[in-house]
């Protein structure tokens, strides 16, 4: 049976019927309440917390992200403009490109936000550019963890960071190109729910440390899992007090001169469960031994449970005391792997029910793709006063091509029903 219950299922199903399918909505007092218990239990050390824009760069997350007072990593030269933009201070973004390029790396030193290396090839033509400069560098501490293996960042197979095993190279570019490595980063992988791999793979960065004396931050990534599916617990924040802060603390306490800030950089802890997709079931196909709901969204809208397996609770708001059956939920794109859920129990559906398909808040949108030209899904704010913000529309197939290709929209042929009535008539002569 559905194990959980959408925080606001009215306000959900109102959203479904006043705006329409598919669509994203967003609960900001979610997005608060997550920051608030991250804060709470990184207390006692001195830390900052960055958010990994890449779960969701939507501009009302961000702002409220902003106004309580995160800095974010950003990724990529669009995620920086837009950090920018949002009026994130230089100094609380960081900047950690993968196959940095001469350009990306020189806007962002234009930008005045901290960079973010993870190759030694990089290390040294950033040093050739600037030196005598500040600099962080990502290590790889050959350690990983992940929902699944296409989100372990770290270990003898990844390609990020540079490895512990190298920290000699490290230090002799810097040496040559009289760098200051103020900062050393790490991020093993995501949706992890266990504590002590994390501080396992920071006991790692915390030895390297020893190795920098310039340093004024220690950039513990984020990984910080939530539970999607029955059976997972979330993370249990005493433990992850007494496992990582705790230590964290005393190494502080142990090395006082060093005065260094902890910087944690979560992406999905912060907005998963604030997101909903809300889903139009409109095809109900009994198929040999199973039922397929067919729904008006896709692979393309939510890529996760095609890629990862994830699993998404999924809630029948319209007949939330249905009697589950099993189902087959799938998408509208021509792809056998578009599926939201397969052997999945979900309340009775009937055809034009609405699904709410759950904590899609990191990593649903942000990974969106209009594959076989679907129109991307409406996204909607849930504010702290329980208003709703509409942040964009669902465009409509003309708005759609018009839009990609603006030099046809002169030659738009008449919209026209005639080519199916034709059709018909030649079959009835
Ligand atoms: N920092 C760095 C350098 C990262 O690469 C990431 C995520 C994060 C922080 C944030 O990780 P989080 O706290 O969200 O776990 N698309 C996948 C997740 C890919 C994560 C990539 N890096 C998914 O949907 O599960």
């Given at each position: 049976m559905t194990s959980r219950v959408p925080e606001n299922k009215k306000v959900l199903l109102e959203i479904a019927n006043n705006f329409g399918t598919p669509t994203y909505a967003y609960n900001s007092n979610r997005i608060h309440s997550q920051i608030e218990t991250l804060r709470k239990h990184t207390a006692g050390i001195s830390s900052r917390l960055l958010y990994a824009m890449k779960a969701n760069s939507l501009r009302p997350i961000l702002q409220q992200i902003n106004k309580e007072g995160m800095g974010v990593d950003a990724v990529s030269p669009a995620e920086l403009e837009l950090a920018l933009r949002i009026g994130f201070a230089p100094e609380h973004i960081l900047f950690s490109s993968n196959n940095m390029t001469d350009d990306e790396m020189r806007r962002a030193a234009s930008a005045g936000v901290t960079i973010n290396i993870g190759e030694l090839s990089r290390l040294r033509q950033y040093g050739k550019t600037y030196p005598g400069s500040e600099i962080c560098v990502r290590l790889n501490p050959r350690i990983g963890a992940g929902h699944h293996a296409h989100v372990i960042?770290?270990?003898?197979?990844?390609?990020?960071?540079?490895?512990?095993?190298q920290i000699d190279d490290i230090i002799s570019v810097a040496h040559e190109f009289d760098l200051q490595i103020i900062g050393l980063h790490q991020h093993i992988g995501?949706?992890?729910?266990?504590?002590r791999i994390i501080w396992k793979a920071i006991s790692v960065l915390l030895d390297a440390a020893?190795?920098?004396?310039?340093?004024?931050?220690?950039?513990?990534?984020?990984?910080l899992g939530v539970p999607y599916r029955p059976d997972e617990k979330p993370l249990d924040m005493a433990e992850w007090e007494s496992v990582i802060i705790k230590p964290l603390r005393k190494y502080r306490a142990k090395h006082p001169s060093r005065n260094l800030e902890f910087i944690f950089e979560p992406g999905r802890y912060i907005v998963a469960e604030s997101g909903t997709l809300l889903v139009e079931v409109n095809t109900l196909k009994p198929s040999n031994d199973r039922i397929f709901a067919g729904v008006d969204s896709g692979m393309g809208h939510l890529l996760r449970p095609v890629i990862y397996g994830a699993h998404h609770t999924i809630y029948n708001l319209s007949n939330p005391d249905g009697v589950p059956r099993t189902y087959d939920?799938?998408?509208?794109?021509?792809?056998?792997?578009?599926?939201?859920?397969?052997?999945r129990e979900v309340q009775e559906i009937r055809e034009g029910d609405i699904l709410a398909i759950m904590?899609?808040?990191?990593?649903g949108m942000s990974m969106a793709s209009e594959y076989n030209l679907r129109p991307l899904p409406a996204e909607i704010m849930i504010l702290e006063n329980g208003d709703t913000e509409i942040i964009s529309h669902r465009e409509s197939a003309e708005e759609m091509i018009d839009r990609i290709y603006p030099e046809l929209i002169r030659q738009k042929?008449?919209?026209?029903?005639s080519p199916s009535r034709s059709n018909i008539q030649d079959r009835e002569t």
């Open positions: 960042t770290a270990g003898e197979e990844s390609k990020f960071g540079i490895s512990v095993d995501s949706g992890i729910l266990e504590t020893l190795n920098f004396p310039d340093l004024k931050f220690l950039n513990l990534g984020g990984g939920v799938v998408g509208n794109i021509c792809e056998s792997a578009d599926f939201f859920a397969r052997d904590d899609v808040g990191a990593y042929v008449q919209a026209s029903t």
